[in-house]
T-cell receptor, first 113, second 115 residues
Framework: KAGVTQTPRYLIKTRGQQVTLSCSPI?????VSWYQQTPGQGLQFLFE???????NKGNFPGRFSGRQFSNSRSEMNVSTLELGDSALYLC????????????FGSGTRLTVV | DQQVKQNSPSLSVQEGRISILNCDYT??????FLWYKKYPAEGPTFLIS?????DKNEDGRFTVFLNKSAKHLSLHIVPSQPGDSAVYFC??????????????FGQGTILTVHP
């Protein structure tokens, strides 16, 4: 079966701009989580969506937002980009009964200049 | 407040020997623990998990041990192979609403297996 697909793979943006990242989960998976990975902070949880509803949110400013569509595809948006937002953004999908074995995509590498 | 800690940034072992990666946690509400393997520019790949009601789970060359009283878990890889060289992350999940979709990760351990 197809894995978790994230687009684009790489992105360069300028400070102050906004960006939208996309994640297509494994078919049948309704839960999508987003993570930010940086060298200093490691992998940190951003938020989780299930059936188009945000069920959980990490400790990130309101500039970070997301949504999920009826087909379970998810997008995350970062507004007013800062240099510190440069990171690898990962999404993961899961399904009940997966024993918490979240499947991750390859990520989107965002560079803010 | 780092709730999941991997105190060894790196580990080097010889091919065929055992690799032992360690992880400590502080939050007693965690009820599920996972190990992931990650290569550069790729997402983490799920390896093995263990529920807090168990103390051992085995899958092929990978075994995870959980010591709840010490809040410690370890991943054993036997025998180690050069293809195991990667960054290994320990992660934990709790139960209930505040834990939906949320894994708390350690900082990772770079494993290098020498031929």
């Amino acid at each position: 079966k197809a894995g978790v697909t994230q687009t684009p793979r790489y992105l360069i943006k300028t400070r102050g701009q906004q960006v939208t990242l996309s994640c297509s989960p494994i078919s049948g998976h309704r839960s999508v989580s987003w993570y930010q990975q940086t060298p200093g902070q490691g992998l940190q949880f951003l938020f989780e969506y299930f059936s188009e509803t945000q069920r959980n949110k990490g400790n990130f400013p309101g500039r970070f937002s997301g949504r999920q569509f009826s087909n379970s595809r998810s997008e995350m948006n970062v507004s007013t980009l800062e240099l510190g937002d440069s990171a690898l953004y990962l999404c993961a999908s899961s399904s009940p009964g997966d024993n918490y074995g979240y499947t991750f995509g390859s990520g989107t590498r965002l560079t803010v200049v | 407040d780092q709730q999941v800690k991997q105190n060894s940034p790196s580990l080097s072992v010889q091919e065929g020997r055992i690799s032992i990666l360690n992880c400590d946690y502080t939050n007693s509400m965690f009820d599920y623990f996972l190990w992931y393997k990650k290569y550069p520019a790729e997402g983490p790949t799920f390896l093995i998990s263990i529920s807090s009601i168990k103390d051992k789970n085995e899958d092929g060359r990978f075994t995870v041990f959980l010591n709840k009283s010490a809040k410690h878990l370890s991943l054993h890889i036997v025998p180690s192979q050069p293809g195991d060289s990667a960054v290994y992350f320990c992660a934990a999940s709790g139960a209930g609403g505040t834990s939906y979709g949320k894994l708390t990760f350690g900082q990772g351990t770079i494993l290098t297996v020498h031929p």
